[in-house]
């Protein structure tokens, strides 16, 4: 069945080491996106891409990065990772046209 | 001011009870609304999408939406133990689920 996977699933780090979060789909979607889950303010938008090679900021994108290169993987890099950065976040897709984004399982990061 | 404000709740109720989920919004250019569910450690999953203004049936569910008065709403009838989980409205001004701002997220618990 197709899906979407997120790794690792919890993670703890260092203030100022770099991190990434991996998100891979097995639905051939163009558009991906990365939010983060923090209680009080719901889901806020990182980044997203709408295909290969494609990037744009979303609304909280300072201090993260991605890359597209194929059409599975939207990998998130936290540059150097700060106190502020702890929080759970959710890799999802979104066919063309389509009316729902797909959801990942999360990633719980804890930066110390 | 956010763009989209939801109570965070909690909400409790009895179960067989109808639930009454609501968003407020500010930005008028929106017009496709949804509605996610997210049980505990897992990531939203689509509920309900609607398009501009309206309602919409599926089952236990519906989802208002009254743009005139930029205020969307999900009623859950003969509410379950099973519907306990956090519901988030989201709302996009682009077709269907593309660029989504989330509200906080309600979190509801069904007693038995």
């Known amino acids: 069945d197709a899906e979407i996977t997120q790794s690792p699933r919890h993670k703890i780090t260092e203030t100022g080491r770099q991190v990434t979060l991996a998100c891979h789909q097995t639905w051939n979607h163009n558009n991906m996106f990365w939010y983060r889950q923090d209680l009080g303010h719901g889901l806020r938008l990182i980044h997203y891409s709408y295909g290969v090679h494609d990037t744009n900021k979303g609304e909280v994108s300072d201090g993260y990065s991605v890359s597209r290169s194929n059409t599975e993987d939207l990998p998130l890099t936290l540059e150097s990772a700060a106190s502020s950065q702890t929080s759970v976040y959710f890799c999802a897709s979104r066919r063309d046209r389509g009316e729902t984004q797909y959801f990942g399982p999360g990633t719980r990061l804890l930066v110390l | 001011q956010k763009e989209v404000e939801q109570d965070p709740g909690p909400l409790s109720v009895p179960e067989g009870a109808i639930v009454s989920l609501n968003c407020t919004y500010s930005?008028?250019?929106?017009?496709?609304f949804m509605w996610y569910r997210q049980y505990s450690r897992k990531g939203p999953e689509l509920l309900m999408y609607?398009?501009?203004?309206g309602n919409k049936e599926d089952g236990r569910f519906t989802a208002q939406v009254d743009k005139s008065s930029k205020y969307i709403s999900l009623f859950i009838r003969d509410s379950q133990p099973s519907d306990s989980a956090t519901y988030l409205c989201a709302m996009s001004a682009q077709e269907g689920a593309q660029k989504l701002v989330f509200g906080q997220g309600t979190r509801l618990t069904i007693n038995p």
């Open positions: 609607t398009y501009s203004s």
């Open positions: 930005n008028s250019a929106f017009q496709y």
